[in-house]
């Protein structure tokens, strides 16, 4: 018979025993895969909707502003040496290191036209970087061309116009090629022009007075982003946009490092049920293990059958562990309420891990006990039969 043979024949006469130990060990397995799981679900998700969130670097021409406030009172303030922003000085930001993690750039022309008798802040945008920058946007008709106008949702209930009309901007006769569905920002009250357009209409040929790009956020350095831009466009002021997805991820990383040592605690709790049972299996196994010093088994061959136990039940637990932390995180993205994009992979590696992990937290926690069976005094042992 084999040691092999041996070791299963054992499980299989003490079942209860091997199913506490490898309920110990699918507990503490399955709550690391979970927890594993879900934090890097949840974070890829947050990296996904960061990059489709819009512009979080904003390009503003640099100006000396003294504000004039005394007492909690604002009296407004005074600019001198404002600088324009070049339009051809765009084609620097290809040249920083960091140029692959850009998205998009938006370049703004911002103005205040007359319109229909009314005073109205317009913006020229570059409509190809807009669908990118501003997702959020659900336009009813299209976006405009040269002479056709984007009204944003208060701009077109204050003006009474719909799409296909036409109004006056400074005495030029402009197209309503559509009107933006209301999205709760100061889009609503703006107009929206092609670039070249608004250019010709404020005056400002190849001028711009803002800039928003969108950084490609997984992994990229914002902050590095921000310095390197600065560096090619030195009469700009360039500014990272801070969002709510930072905030959501700082508290990811808060969870994560708690939920860690959470595992860490189950997983030495399932150490221990491990190292207890075993000793106890060692313990009624005995006459047993006599039997087996007294037909020629040496301490080795001893070691390697409770080895083999506690990696067969081991095995066994690192495949249901993850099996049941995967359904776990699923269920837990599923019930979140948070909008996760899709479903959780599968993870080969993993996978992997969790059987890894298992098998040794198993056969670490088997040593003592393994070493205990081999050191029976075969004499002592045969005594008790």
């Known amino acids: 018979m084999t040691l092999k043979r041996i070791s299963i024949r054992n499980l299989m006469r003490r079942k209860g025993k091997a199913a506490f130990i490898l309920a110990g060990l699918v507990i503490g397995v399955a709550t690391v895969v979970g927890i594993f799981t879900f934090v890097e679900a949840t974070t890829h998700d947050i990296a996904h909707k960061l990059e489709q969130y819009g512009a979080n670097i904003l390009i503003v ?4 502003n003294l504000s004039l406030s005394y007492g909690g009172l604002s009296l407004g303030g005074v600019s001198f040496d404002l600088e324009e922003i070049r339009e051809s000085e765009l084609a620097r930001l290809a040249t920083i290191p960091n140029h692959r993690n850009i998205a998009a750039v938006g370049p703004i022309v911002l103005g205040v036209a007359s319109v229909e008798s009314r ?26 061309q040269d002479d056709e106008v984007l009204l944003g949702a208060e701009a077109a209930r204050a003006l ?81 946009i801070q969002q709510v997805v930072k905030s959501r991820m700082e508290a990811l990383a808060q969870f994560q490092k708690f939920s860690y040592g959470i595992s860490a605690v189950i997983l030495l709790i399932g150490g221990l049920v ?59 993205l599923a019930l979140s309420g948070d909008g996760h994009s899709g479903s959780v992979p599968f993870a080969p590696e993993l996978a992997l891990g969790a059987v890894g992990l298992a098998l040794a937290l198993g056969l670490v926690a088997t040593v003592y006990p ?11 042992a045969l005594r008790a039969l």
């Not at 021409?61 to 000396?64: C, M, S, V």
């Not at 393994?370 to 002592?380: C, G, I």
Request: with cysteine; hydrophobic share 50%.
């Open 61 to 64: 021409p640099k100006t000396e």
């Open 119 to 144: 005073r109205m802040l317009m913006a020229g945008v570059d409509f190809k970087a807009a669908e990118i920058l501003k997702p959020w946007w659900r336009v009813e008709g299209r976006f405009p």
């Open 160 to 240: 009474s116009l719909e799409t296909g009309q036409r109004l006056s901007v400074n005495g030029r006769s402009l197209v309503v090629s559509g009107r933006i569905e209301v999205t709760g920002s100061q889009d609503d009250q703006l107009a929206f022009l092609t670039l070249a357009t608004a250019q010709q209409l404020f005056a400002k040929p190849g001028k711009i007075t803002m800039v928003e790009v969108a950084a490609l956020c997984k992994d990229c350095p914002i902050e590095d982003m921000v310095r390197q831009i600065a560096a090619v466009l030195p009469g700009a002021k360039v500014m990272a």
């Open 274 to 332: 491990v190292l207890v049972t075993m000793m106890g299996s060692v313990r009624e196994r005995t006459e047993e293990i006599g039997v087996f010093r007294a037909v020629g088994f040496r301490r080795s061959h001893i070691m390697q059958v409770v080895f083999l136990e506690a990696g067969i039940i081991s095995a066994l637990a690192g495949v249901f562990g993850y099996g049941l932390g995967w359904a776990s995180a699923a269920a837990a």
């Open 370 to 380: 393994a070493q205990m069976a081999s050191r029976l005094d075969p004499n002592e």
